[in-house]
Nanobody
């Protein structure tokens, strides 16, 4: 089993920044990718950014140029630096780890951007 623990969410004014972290632990042996998804009230969960073990990162169009995903493989940790935040970025942000044929999820961290 794999456990994911997110941190770094909170309340920020529009234009501000936050940095999310997600630490993975447990049976980690063949990670395909780590990433961040988000779910706003009344909406479906959507991909924010993903960083594969092999290949290029990809971002949702809505966050390109504002958010940066990075990964520390030695610490099994993925980060999401969020700049120039907008009220529409308000959501619960979930960490994801894709390993072999399995997907693992964190419990989520709330990001609220006030206007």
């Amino acid at each position: 089993q794999v456990q994911l623990v997110e941190s770094g969410g909170g309340l920020v004014q529009a234009g501000g920044s936050l940095r999310l972290s997600c630490a993975a632990s447990g049976s980690i042996f063949r990670v395909n990718a780590m990433g961040w998804y988000r779910q706003a009230p009344g909406k479906q969960r959507e991909l924010v950014a993903k960083i594969p073990t092999v290949g290029s990162t990809n971002y949702a169009d809505s966050v390109k140029g504002r958010f940066t995903i990075s990964r520390d493989n030695a610490k099994n940790t993925v980060y999401l630096q969020m700049n120039s935040l907008k009220p529409e970025d308000t959501a619960v942000y979930y960490c994801n780890l894709a390993q072999w044929v399995m997907d693992y999820w964190g419990k989520g961290t709330l990001v609220t951007v006030s206007s």
